[in-house]
């Protein structure tokens, strides 16, 4: 089994950064899908950003150009680093991997298909 664990997240004001971090471990290999999720109070848990394990990137249109997701493959670490934070960006930030599929595959899978999660990490943006 994949264990996740997050770190990094905080309170900023409106325009500010964070940088999120997920260790991953427990596995034999560091590349599979991992991505970002998150989930503000009342909402359904949303996909934020999406990693194939092999550099190649995918992100929500509401974070595009803001965000940006990264794989240590060595250290089988995930990280999000966020600028331009806006109020609507508050939410719990989870990390979350599926060690069964890798490139590709990574892009056409939702929520229900990652098998992992870490404990979230809150992220309060005050405008």
């Known amino acids: 089994a994949v264990q996740l664990v997050e770190s990094g997240g905080g309170s900023v004001q409106a325009g500010g950064s964070l940088r999120l971090s997920c260790a991953a471990s427990g596995y034999k290999t560091s590349r599979y899908c991992m991505a970002w999720f998150r989930q503000a109070p009342g909402q359904e848990r949303e996909k934020v950003a999406v990693?194939?394990?092999?550099?190649?990137?995918r992100y929500a249109d509401s974070v595009k150009g803001r965000f940006t997701i990264s794989k240590d493959n060595p250290k089988n670490t995930l990280s999000l680093q966020m600028n331009s934070l806006k109020s609507e960006d508050t939410a719990m930030y989870y990390c979350?991997?599926?060690?069964?599929?890798?490139?590709?595959?990574?892009?056409?899978?939702?929520?229900?298909?990652?098998?992992?999660w870490g404990q979230g990490t809150q992220v309060t943006v005050s405008s």
């Open positions: 990693d194939d394990g092999y550099g190649t990137t």
């Open positions: 979350a991997a599926d060690p069964s599929r890798y490139g590709g595959a990574c892009f056409r899978i939702g929520r229900s298909d990652f098998a992992y």
